[in-house]
Nanobody, 120 residues
């Protein structure tokens, strides 16, 4: 059974920092690309950051330079370090594990989400 369990969300003042963690079980963690997505009330889910199995990273323009994604394959954990937080970063943050198969089909798994609230 595949499980992705996020933690580390909470309430923080603007300018503050949070570190999100996502522990993954039930898959071969090291071969999956991992990502953090977020969804604010009334908005669509959007990509925040991704890290490939080879540790190539990509960021949304809105968080580049403030957020850092990393992975620890020994701990089956992906992190999102969030600095200089802004009220517009308020959202539920979701962890994702994704693997593209040779057939072209993707295996994709999601966590339950963790709330991040940034007060002004």
């Amino acid at each position: 059974q595949v499980q992705l369990v996020e933690s580390g969300g909470g309430l923080v003042q603007a300018g503050g920092s949070l570190r999100l963690s996502c522990v993954v079980s039930g898959i071969s963690f090291s071969i999956y690309a991992l990502g953090w997505y977020r969804q604010a009330p009334g908005k669509q889910r959007e990509l925040v950051a991704t890290i490939s199995s080879g540790e190539d990273t990509k960021y949304a323009d809105s968080v580049r330079g403030r957020f850092t994604i990393s992975r620890d394959n020994a701990k089956n954990t992906v992190y999102l370090q969030m600095n200089s937080l802004k009220p517009e970063d308020t959202a539920v943050y979701y962890c994702n594990a994704d693997r593209r198969l040779v057939s072209g089909r993707s295996l994709s798994y999601w966590g339950q989400g963790t709330q991040v609230t940034v007060s002004s």
